[in-house]
Nanobody, 124 residues
Framework: QLQVAESGGGSVQAGGSLRLSCALS????????MGWFRQLPGKEREFVAA????????AYAESVKGRFNISRANNRNTVYLQMNSLRPEDTDVYYC?????????????????WGQGTQVTVSS
């Protein structure tokens, strides 16, 4: 069973930076596309960024383009989300997901595997 574990959340002032990490374990076959979503209780889950299995393709929400960067380690089991120029509206719980989508390079909101989430708080 694949396990997804996020780390790196925290509190920062507006304009600051944070880097989130997401590590996969428990499946040696690999081949997972990965992504980040964010959600607060009572709110809809929002897509943030995603990266293909090879790392050659990425996608971003319009609200984070130019500020966030997603990348994956050479072993392809760890993905990073570098978040710069953070804004108070970026405050959320960030969830990492992984899947092997048959019809896309990226996982969607219905991805099969999810982490527990990591809190990001941006103060003004």
């Amino acid at each position: 069973q694949l396990q997804v574990a996020e780390s790196g959340g925290g509190s920062v002032q507006a304009g600051g930076s944070l880097r989130l990490s997401c590590a996969l374990s428990g499946d040696s076959w690999g081949g997972y596309a990965m992504g980040w979503f964010r959600q607060l209780p009572g709110k809809e889950r929002e897509f943030v960024a995603a990266i293909s299995w090879s790392g050659s393709r990425t996608a971003y929400a319009e609200s984070v383009k130019g500020r966030f960067n997603i990348s994956r380690a050479n072993n392809r089991n760890t993905v990073y989300l570098q978040m710069n120029s953070l804004r108070p509206e970026d405050t959320d719980v960030y969830y990492c997901c992984a899947d092997r989508p048959w019809n896309s390079d990226f996982p969607g909101g219905d991805a099969k595997y999810w982490g527990q989430g990591t809190q990001v708080t941006v103060s003004s």
